[in-house]
């Protein structure tokens, strides 16, 4: 098992940063992917952003590229979602998942371990 604990979420303005940390515990000596995902009210979640577990190879959702960065520090068992130029829309529930193996996926069905979430919310 692998146990997700998301940080970092809050208000912020439009245009303004933030940096989610989502820290791995448990088994995780075991090569593992990590992804986030985000859903708004009334919303399916939806994926944002995955990264291998060599940290080589990621994957954005097409609307967020350029403006979101995954990274993950394998010594600190942590990843990290940098959000750049927020806008309202970006508002939700930010998840942090966790799929066995080395590669990453889009789809939230591939992964086996969940954070609780933390909330972004974007003001205009």
């Known amino acids: 098992q692998v146990q997700l604990a998301e940080s970092g979420g809050g208000l912020v303005q439009a245009g303004g940063s933030l940096r989610l940390s989502c820290a791995a515990s448990g088994r995780t000596f075991s090569p593992f992917s990590m992804g986030w995902f985000r859903q708004a009210p009334g919303k399916e979640r939806e994926f944002v952003a995955a990264?291998?577990?060599?940290?080589?190879?990621?994957g954005y959702a097409d609307s967020l590229k350029g403006r979101f960065t995954i990274s993950r520090d394998n010594v600190q068992k942590t990843a990290y979602l940098q959000m750049c130029s927020l806008k309202p829309e970006d508002t939700a529930v930010y998840y942090c998942?966790?799929?066995?193996?080395?590669?990453?996926?889009?789809?939230?069905?591939?992964?086996?371990?969940w954070g609780q979430g933390t909330q972004v919310t974007v003001s205009s």
């Open positions: 990264i291998s577990w060599s940290g080589v190879n990621t």
């Open positions: 998942a966790a799929a066995d193996g080395s590669i990453w996926y889009s789809q939230f069905h591939e992964y086996s371990y």
